[in-house]
C-alpha cells in the first residue's frame, strides 16, 4: 500500500505561483511514477503531470507544458508540481496518484493505484 498526501494548494490571483506537495509514504519502493491529475467542478479528472520515479522521464499535458513543472525528492518521498503563470482555467482540485504497474496509457487516471485527498487550487482573474 502506498498513501499519499497532497499539500501546497489555496486562492491565488492570475499570474501568480503556487508548489504543491504530495508526500508518499508506506510501500514507495513499489512506485513507478507519481502523476498529478486535477478536476474542476462539472468537468472530468484530467491528466496534468508524470514523473517517472527513477526522475528520468517528465511528460505534461499541452494545457501546461512551459507553465507547469513536475519534480521529485526520493530522499524526502515528495514530489511536487510548481505552477507558474496561473489561470483562472487552471482552478481545480489538483491530486497526486502513484503509479504501481506497468502500464502503457500514463496519462489515463486508470492507470495509476494510489491517490491523494486533493487539494483545492482557485486561480481569480
Known amino acids: 500500500q502506498v498513501q499519499l498526501v497532497e499539500s501546497g494548494g489555496g486562492l491565488v490571483q492570475a499570474g501568480d505561483s503556487l508548489r504543491l506537495s504530495c508526500l508518499a509514504s508506506?510501500?514507495?519502493?513499489?512506485?513507478?511514477?507519481m502523476g498529478w491529475f486535477r478536476q474542476a467542478p462539472g468537468k472530468e479528472r484530467e491528466f496534468v503531470a508524470r514523473?517517472?520515479?527513477?526522475?528520468?522521464?517528465?511528460y505534461y499535458s499541452d494545457s501546461v507544458k512551459g507553465r507547469f513543472t513536475i519534480s521529485k525528492d526520493n530522499a524526502q518521498n515528495t514530489g511536487y508540481l510548481q505552477m507558474n503563470s496561473l489561470k483562472p482555467e487552471d482552478t481545480a482540485v489538483y491530486y497526486c496518484?502513484?503509479?504501481?504497474?506497468?502500464?502503457?496509457?500514463?496519462?489515463?487516471?486508470?492507470?495509476?493505484?494510489?491517490w491523494g485527498q486533493g487539494t483545492q487550487v482557485t486561480v481569480s482573474s
Open positions: 514523473i517517472d520515479w527513477s526522475g528520468i522521464r517528465t
Open positions: 508506506g510501500r514507495t519502493f513499489s512506485m513507478l511514477a
Open positions: 496518484a502513484a503509479q504501481l504497474r506497468w502500464v502503457n496509457a500514463i496519462a489515463s487516471d486508470r492507470s495509476y493505484d494510489a
